[in-house]
């Protein structure tokens, strides 16, 4: 690992701890040239994930896009950072479970309200604005006391 400081690539491990339930293990290291302390982590790589998208393209899985689309849905709301992470690691699992390789955008978008819903009605509604693409307020509406009416 190289020293975010001087670059070197010599450090020792001072902690390690699992993190995100055990998913990833977070490390502690110290630079031996610098004395730098800095933090790593380590996780499962999921490879050859591949995304169905509605027009029958296939692209790479990308987990930052996920996480972009529901933390633009959160902005400005009473959630934490951790609880946004943990709803994409989630998401991601279930798909994982479910799909295997190939999964369909439709599923992602899906997931994506579900744990929305859950998480904040606001956060929810703006994603499904997007996602569903309201063409007018009526359907934004109908959105919105379909909530109500739960």
């Known amino acids: 690992m190289r020293c975010p400081k001087c670059g070197e690539q010599e450090d020792k491990v001072i902690d390690s701890r699992a993190w995100k339930d055990g998913a990833v293990i977070r490390r502690r290291r110290e630079c031996l040239a610098c004395g730098q302390r800095f933090t790593t982590y380590e996780e499962i790589e999921r490879e050859d994930i591949r995304v169905l998208k509605r027009d029958g393209r296939y692209e790479p899985f990308d987990k930052r896009k996920l996480s972009s689309g529901i933390e633009k849905a959160c902005e400005k709301r009473p959630i934490s950072p951790e609880a946004l992470q943990r709803t994409v690691e989630e998401i991601i ?3 994982v479970k479910t799909y295997d390789r190939e999964i369909p955008t439709v599923a992602i978008g899906e997931k994506i309200m579900i744990r929305l ?3 904040d009605e606001v956060a929810y509604v703006r994603f ?3 996602y569903r693409k309201f063409r007018d307020i009526k359907e934004f509406v109908n ?3 379909s909530l109500t009416l739960q």
């Open 117 to 119: 819903r859950k998480l």
């Open 143 to 145: 959105e919105v006391q």
């Open 128 to 130: 499904a604005s997007v």
């Open 93 to 95: 699992d279930e798909l």
